[in-house]
Nanobody, 128 residues
């Protein structure tokens, strides 16, 4: 059974950092794309980042470029999202998602509707 479990969220001050984890079970990530999404209260879920596991290609939303970094540890079947220089507007529940294959454009890689499997989310709160 496919399962994704996020962890690593928490409460941080503006400018702080966290490393979010997405641990996959029930399948290996080799032929999947893994995306990170976030949803704040009253807002639509938005794509943050994506990685094609097969070749390491990454995609980022413009709002997080230079601050967030996605990576994978194939041995641990885990994808990470390092979130730095956090701003209050980054406050959201962060979700990881998976879909078989690989994306060739950010438009699809960051599109919620293009993913098949979702985790339960981890809360990131940025506040002074």
């Amino acid at each position: 059974q496919v399962q994704l479990v996020e962890s690593g969220g928490g409460l941080v001050h503006p400018g702080g950092s966290l490393r979010l984890s997405c641990a996959a079970s029930g399948f290996t990530l080799d032929y999947y794309a893994i995306g990170w999404f976030r949803q704040a209260p009253g807002k639509e879920r938005e794509g943050v980042s994506c990685i094609n596991i097969n070749d390491g290609t990454t995609y980022y939303a413009d709002s997080v470029k230079g601050r967030f970094t996605i990576s994978r540890d194939n041995a641990k079947n885990t994808v990470y999202l390092q979130v730095n220089s956090l701003k209050p507007e980054d406050t959201s529940v962060y979700y990881c998602a998976a879909v078989m294959g690989a994306f060739g454009s950010a438009a699809h890689a960051l599109e919620t509707r293009d993913y098949d499997y979702w985790g339960q989310g981890t809360q990131v709160t940025v506040s002074s």
